[in-house]
């Protein structure tokens, strides 16, 4: 279903204030196509600080905002735990969604999710913004190129210690509440990434732990990962660590093929045999501006009627089946085949 508006701008709203909104709203006031007009969340004042920030419209309750702004799309941006009832509420307007993950807290609702898309005919992107970093489209582009030749490792570690103490996550405090954390909500990005990079998830072997005692979830998890095609990897992520340094990339990685290796740092940075071949710098917005260029495909493709990367069915079998395969790993301490995930297509 392809969407267009007078003067080719498509006017979105978008449901939920808090933390990562406020993020992408700033880059949606630079997207080309689109313009936000209105926000949504439960808490009055909430809605009412953040449309004040950014010059729109606020509203406390889904349906009233829709009937009132009659936009064209909708922009996600809350709890996994909310999404399967508000896409429900949305896909009864045959409005496209762009919703933020995680994609559901179970897998369960996550085929419940695409399920909805695919019976009522509406547009469901997943805003995975990771492979949207600019170093990450770099280093696709090396690979694709054959500048290492034909890859056969690689590695990915990130660390950031926002969770240790009696008050963890300070941006995100619900997290520690959560009953499913890090793989879930963080390395679901890296999962995604892999499989951007180096092809489909095969066979995935994964241990978690919990390291503070006063969340209720995983925040510790190693990962080794078999893609269709050969190419092995390991995800290694804790939210205990400090990174080895300051910069808006959240881990290091490392891309090896049998002519040469791509390096990225948390500077963003990235290096093919030890020269530089991309740098950030300058760069504005969120982690190599990865929201913004999520956003301006999602309203590309709305304009051309092209596929998103990160359709809701092709997402749910491709990414979040291997975050599920992941936990299922560790649960039974034995390495797990992505196809062993069947999708619940009710």
């Known amino acids: 279903m392809q969407v267009t508006r007078i003067e080719n701008m498509l006017r979105g709203v978008t449901v939920g204030c808090g933390f990562?909104?406020?993020?992408?709203?700033?880059?949606?006031?630079?997207?080309?196509?689109?313009?936000?007009?209105?926000?949504?969340?439960?808490?009055?004042?909430?809605?009412?600080?953040?449309?004040?920030?950014?010059?729109?419209?606020?509203?406390?309750?889904?349906?009233?905002?829709?009937?009132?702004?009659?936009?064209?799309?909708?922009?996600?941006?809350?709890?996994?735990?909310?999404?399967?009832?508000?896409?429900?509420?949305?896909?009864?307007?045959?409005?496209?969604?762009?919703?933020?993950?995680?994609?559901?807290?179970t897998w369960e609702d996550a085929c419940r999710l695409a399920a909805i898309a695919r019976q009522t005919g509406i547009r469901l992107m997943m805003n995975e913004n990771w492979r949207w970093q600019a170093w990450y489209r770099k280093i696709r582009e090396a690979i694709g190129q054959g500048k290492i030749g034909k890859p056969f490792y690689y590695s990915m570690q990130t660390r950031n210690n926002d969770g240790m103490g009696n008050a963890p996550y300070p941006n995100?405090?619900?997290?520690?509440?959560?009953?499913?954390?890090?793989?879930?909500?963080?390395?679901?990005?890296?999962?995604?990434?892999?499989?951007?990079?180096?092809?489909?998830?095969?066979?995935?072997?994964?241990?978690?732990?919990?390291?503070?005692?006063?969340?209720?979830?995983?925040?510790?998890?190693?990962?080794?990962?078999?893609?269709?095609?050969?190419?092995?990897?390991?995800?290694?992520?804790?939210?205990?660590?400090?990174?080895?340094?300051?910069?808006?990339?959240?881990?290091?990685?490392?891309?090896?093929?049998?002519?040469?290796?791509?390096?990225?740092?948390?500077?963003?940075e990235v290096s093919l045999g030890g020269e530089r071949m991309f740098s950030p710098d300058g760069m504005p917005g969120y982690r190599g501006d990865s929201c913004r260029a999520t956003q301006q495909h999602f309203v590309d493709c709305l304009a051309s009627g092209d596929e998103f990367e990160t359709e809701a069915t092709d997402y749910l079998k491709r990414t979040v089946a291997v975050v599920e395969s992941c936990y299922r790993s560790a649960a039974e301490n034995r390495p797990v085949m992505i196809a062993e995930m069947a999708v619940d297509n009710r």
Not at 48 to 60: M, Q, V
Not at 81 to 89: A, C, I, K, R, Y
Not at 180 to 202: K, N, P, Q, S
């Open 172 to 268: 995100q405090p619900y997290f520690k509440d959560m009953p499913r954390l890090l793989l879930i909500e963080t390395l679901v990005h890296h999962l995604d990434t892999a499989r951007f990079l180096m092809g489909d998830v095969e066979e995935v072997y994964c241990q978690t732990a919990r390291l503070n005692p006063v969340i209720r979830a995983e925040d510790f998890v190693l990962i080794l990962l078999r893609h269709k095609g050969g190419v092995r990897g390991m995800i290694d992520g804790n939210r205990a660590g400090r990174p080895d340094e300051a910069g808006p990339a959240m881990e290091i990685a490392r891309f090896e093929g049998f002519e040469n290796t791509i390096r990225l740092r948390h500077s963003g």
């Open 20 to 105: 990562f909104s406020r993020i992408q709203m700033e880059s949606w006031q630079r997207v080309t196509g689109a313009r936000m007009v209105a926000a949504c969340d439960l808490d009055a004042s909430t809605a009412d600080a953040f449309a004040r920030d950014f010059g729109i419209k606020a509203y406390t309750n889904l349906d009233t905002m829709l009937d009132a702004e009659g936009p064209d799309f909708v922009d996600i941006a809350t709890r996994p735990s909310t999404h399967v009832p508000l896409v429900e509420q949305i896909a009864a307007r045959r409005l496209p969604v762009l919703c933020q993950k995680p994609m559901a807290e």
